[in-house]
C-alpha cells in the first residue's frame, strides 16, 4: 500500500496567518492527489484535485503544489471557518489511502 | 447532488449489516462510488471503489472478505454487506461519487453510523 503522511500533525494559528500542509507519499503518485477539509462534526469535503486544481466553489486563498511524493496545502489568509482537519488522499493506486490529517485549531 | 445512507445501527461482533446509498440529482450509473469511513475520534479510512458498472471493485485489506460492495444501477443505489463485524468496524461510514481521472471524492452523504459491541 502507498502510505501517506501528513505535517504537521497539528497546528495552531490566528486568523489572517499563512498557513501551510505537507503531505508525503512513499512512492511517486504523479498527480494523483487531493486535499479534503473536514470541520468538527461535519463531513469532509473537497478542497484541492489533481495536487493544485481547486474544486469549485473553494475559495481561492486555498491552493494545492506538488508532484511525485511531496504536496502541499497552503491557505493564504486563514479564515474563522478554516480552523478544522484536513486530509491529503492518494488515488494512485487502486488502494486508495488518506494521510493522517492535520488539525488547525485557534492560537 | 445528494447522497443519503442508511442502514447503520448497533451490531453484536459476528453480525452482520447491510448499508444503503441513495443517489439523487446526477446521473448515477454513469460514476464511479467509493465508501470510506472514519472511526470515533479517528481519521478518513477508504473502505471500497465501485466502478460505474459495477463490474470492478476495489477494497481495503482491513475489510476484504467481510465487506461487500454492490449497486444497482436501475434503483440508484450504493450497498455496502457488512458480515462478520468486529468491534473495529465501529465508524460512521459515508459514501461519496468519485469524479474524474484522480477519482476525486466530490460528493458526499451524511454518513450513517455503524457501532459493532457486544
Known amino acids: 500500500d502507498i502510505q501517506m503522511t501528513q505535517s504537521p500533525l497539528s497546528l495552531s494559528a490566528s486568523v489572517g496567518d499563512r498557513v501551510t500542509i505537507t503531505c508525503r507519499a512513499n512512492?511517486?503518485?504523479?498527480?494523483?492527489l487531493n486535499w479534503y477539509q473536514q470541520r468538527p462534526g461535519k463531513v469532509p469535503q473537497l478542497l484541492i484535485y489533481a495536487a493544485s486544481t481547486l474544486h469549485s466553489g473553494v475559495p481561492s486563498r486555498f491552493s494545492g503544489g506538488g508532484s511525485g511524493t511531496d504536496f502541499t496545502l497552503t491557505i493564504s489568509r486563514l479564515q474563522p471557518e478554516d480552523f478544522a482537519t484536513y486530509y491529503c488522499?492518494?488515488?494512485?493506486?487502486?488502494?486508495?489511502?488518506f494521510g493522517p490529517g492535520t488539525k488547525i485549531d485557534v492560537k | 447532488v445528494q447522497l443519503v445512507e442508511s442502514g447503520g445501527g448497533l451490531v453484536q461482533p459476528g453480525g452482520s449489516l447491510r448499508l444503503s446509498c441513495a443517489a439523487s440529482?446526477?446521473?448515477?450509473?454513469?460514476?464511479?462510488m467509493n465508501w470510506v469511513r472514519q472511526a470515533p475520534g479517528k481519521g478518513l479510512e477508504w473502505v471500497s471503489y465501485i466502478s460505474s458498472g459495477g463490474t470492478t471493485i476495489y477494497e481495503a485489506d482491513s475489510v476484504k472478505g467481510r465487506l461487500t460492495t454492490s449497486r444497482d444501477n436501475s434503483k440508484n443505489s450504493l450497498y455496502l454487506q457488512m458480515d462478520s463485524l468486529r468491534v473495529e468496524d465501529t465508524a460512521v461510514y459515508y459514501c461519496?461519487?468519485?469524479?474524474?481521472?484522480?477519482?476525486?471524492?466530490?460528493?458526499w452523504g451524511q454518513g450513517t453510523q455503524v457501532t459493532v459491541s457486544s
Open positions: 440529482g446526477f446521473s448515477f450509473k454513469d460514476y464511479e
Open positions: 461519496a461519487r468519485a469524479e474524474g481521472a484522480t477519482y476525486r471524492s466530490d460528493y
Open positions: 512512492q511517486s503518485i504523479n498527480f494523483y
Open positions: 488522499q492518494q488515488t494512485y493506486s487502486t488502494l486508495v489511502t
